[in-house]
């Protein structure tokens, strides 16, 4: 579905990624792992059209998108879910969902507006309450579902569990296993390296803007450099 060729892409004159490469299948839940700095967001950024690739290609469903605006890369199917949410604060929960059906028609938002309900059922309950007053672990459930309206066949999301405590951290897990079931190809970035491994058919392991590890979920639990690195074991 997704395949990432060697890219190298930086800030100015300074590179964040060194010819990363990496594919994502139709129907897996693919992570990118690693610390903070390794460049994970720069990777999903640079698929989302919001930064240009110096060298290498992006195919999505065989076609080149390494060159394509954000705004075409969401009508081809992909969305982001950023990283810190980015909700309009001082809009209605309905209406930061209705943003994010832009590409569809009338019937098809309504469909996308009943399928999210149903996945995050605390959201209907605050369709008319403003963003900036849900708790923290409902902000993110509404950027989540924020991007699950526009009805993506692959869902990138960038650290979501950023800032919340455990408990809300593995119900965040949760849903995304079960957005992953319902047919949506997943591409996580997650510094929570444990649990985006558990729910991982296969992840890539960045450290300075370079692949240094790869392999299925599970069995990069188990790899020394992993658990050394990244587990504190």
Do not use: W
Request: aromatic share 6%; proline share 4%; charged share 25%.
């Amino acid at each position: 579905m997704l395949s990432v060729h060697e890219i190298c892409v930086g800030y100015k004159e300074l590179l964040a990624i060194h010819e990363v490469s990496f594919e994502v299948r139709k129907g897996e839940v693919v992570s990118l792992v690693g610390s903070n700095g390794a460049g994970k967001s720069t990777v999903i950024k640079t698929i989302a059209g919001l930064l240009n690739p110096k060298k290498g290609e992006i195919y999505f469903n065989k076609e080149p998108i390494h060159n394509t605006p954000p705004y075409e890369i969401v009508k081809k199917k992909i969305s982001m879910i950023p990283e810190g949410r980015r909700l309009f604060g001082r809009l209605s929960v309905l209406d930061n969902l209705l943003l994010g059906a832009y590409p569809l028609d009338s019937k098809e938002e309504g469909e996308a507006l009943e399928n999210v309900f149903e996945l995050f059922p605390i959201l209907r309950e605050r369709r008319n309450q403003r963003a900036d007053t849900l708790s923290g672990g409902e902000q993110q459930q509404l950027a989540i579902a924020r991007g699950l309206m526009s009805r993506p066949s692959l869902l990138m999301l960038d650290e979501p569990s950023l800032g919340l405590m455990p408990k809300l951290v593995s119900e965040i897990f949760k849903i995304i296993r079960e957005i992953s079931r319902n047919g949506v190809t997943v591409l996580l970035v997650e510094q929570n390296v444990f649990e985006a491994l558990q729910i991982s058919h296969r992840a890539y392991v960045l450290q300075t803007g370079r692949v240094v590890l790869e392999g299925r979920g599970d069995e990069l639990i188990k790899s020394d450099l992993v658990r050394k690195a990244y587990l504190g074991m």
